[in-house]
């Protein structure tokens, strides 16, 4: 079964505005942590954010911050006030308690237009 | 301070050809990782080293796949009798531990092409 779903495959956005990408991810493990990555063009993945199962705060970072629903099991990555360089794909992954790798969403394709 | 390295960065082989996909982890990281990316796809794990030993290798696809760590340091992935599907990104990260919150640090990438 997919562990992480990422329904939206791809998305536009005005510069200056806000995007919301959706994840939605499965497991029974009540530890777990979720991550969001940018990957540009040039092909690097670059980390950006991560939430903590039992964080009580929604996480933040810098323009970035997830809007963490843990009973629907959803964890959105928002980006605040857009610029060109935020184009590129984002994706999603979990990683479960009792696991240390990553598994990963299909990843949504942001395009910032000017 | 340095990042994941991944070399060669390209690689183009014949179908039936043996290579090999070399990762330089970050200084110190003990965790290493390999996964696999399709065009358009999320990457999809392979194999995973603690220190020299490979503590997971569930997600390698067959037995023509094959990955070694002999020092604890660098890693090599080793793909035999090359076929077309095995055309993808090649990523390597690793992480400096194994913590719930421990994100992972990618390379660039080797992009295998095989004709």
């Known amino acids: 079964a997919q562990k992480i779903t990422q329904t939206q495959p791809g998305m536009f956005v005005q510069e200056k505005e806000a995007v919301t990408l959706d994840c939605t991810y499965d497991?029974?493990?009540?530890?777990?942590?979720l991550f969001w990555y940018k990957q540009p063009s040039s092909g690097e993945m670059i980390f950006l954010i991560y939430?903590?199962?039992?964080?009580?705060q929604n996480a933040t970072e810098g323009r970035y911050s997830l809007n963490f629903q843990k009973a629907r099991k959803s964890a959105n990555l928002v980006i605040s006030a857009s610029q060109l360089g935020d184009s590129a794909m984002y994706f999603c992954?979990?990683?479960?308690?009792?696991?240390?790798?990553?598994?990963f969403g299909a990843g949504t394709t942001v395009t910032v237009r000017a | 301070g340095a990042g994941v390295s991944q070399t060669p960065s390209n690689k183009v082989t014949e179908k039936g050809k043996y290579v090999e996909l070399r990762c330089d982890p970050i200084?110190?990281?003990?965790?290493l990782y390999w996964y696999r990316q399709s065009l358009g796809q999320g990457p999809e794990f392979l194999i995973y080293?603690?220190?020299?030993?490979?503590?997971?290798d569930s997600g390698l696809p067959n037995d023509r796949f094959f990955a070694v760590r002999p020092e604890g340091s660098v890693s090599t992935l080793k793909i035999q009798r090359t076929e077309r599907g095995d055309s993808a990104v090649y990523l390597c990260?690793?992480?400096?531990?194994?913590?719930?919150?421990?994100?992972?640090?990618f390379g660039n990438g080797t992009r295998l092409t095989v004709t």
């Open positions: 990260a690793s992480s400096s531990t194994q913590g719930l919150n421990s994100p992972l640090h």
């Open positions: 497991t029974s493990d009540p530890s777990y942590g």
């Open positions: 939430q903590g199962s039992y964080d009580q």
């Open positions: 992954a979990m990683r479960e308690g009792t696991d240390y790798k990553l598994s």
């Open positions: 200084s110190g990281h003990t965790a």
């Open positions: 080293f603690q220190g020299t030993g490979a503590a997971d």
